[in-house]
Nanobody, 125 residues
Framework: QVQLVESGGGLVQAGGSLRLSCAASGRTFSNYAMGWFRQAPGKERELVAGISRSGESYYTASVKDRFTISKDNAKTTVYLQMNSLKPEDTAVYYC???????????????????WGQGTQVTVSS
């Protein structure tokens, strides 16, 4: 499995921006599709954005046009740029890695074999 460490969370006012980073180590980074999930209290963990091995991206509807996922294979790091943040974006954000086909971004959390420890994002109104 690959080891994942997230950073970049924090407290921000509504309308502000944050950039999350997820550094991977231990296995060949380019073999993995990467996802950013979030979980708010009392809610299920949901896939916010994902990027396939080929660079295809996926976004859940509530973050389209606000969030951007990207990756740097040389730095074995995946990023989540979050703009125009809303209070409903408040959650713990997790980075995850999945082995899958070249252009696939798995939607099901069970497909992801490695998870980071999570980073808190709090958006105040």
């Amino acid at each position: 499995q690959v080891q994942l460490v997230e950073s970049g969370g924090g407290l921000v006012q509504a309308g502000g921006s944050l950039r999350l980073s997820c550094a991977a180590s231990g296995r060949t980074f380019s073999n993995y599709a990467m996802g950013w999930f979030r979980q708010a209290p009392g809610k299920e963990r949901e896939l916010v954005a994902g990027i396939s091995r080929s660079g295809e991206s996926y976004y859940t509807a509530s973050v389209k046009d606000r969030f951007t996922i990207s990756k740097d294979n040389a730095k074995t790091t995946v990023y989540l740029q979050m703009n125009s943040l809303k209070p409903e974006d408040t959650a713990v954000y997790y980075c995850a890695a999945a082995v899958d086909s070249w252009m696939v971004v798995p939607r099901n959390p069970l497909r992801y074999e490695s998870w980071g420890q999570g980073t808190q994002v709090t958006v105040s109104s």
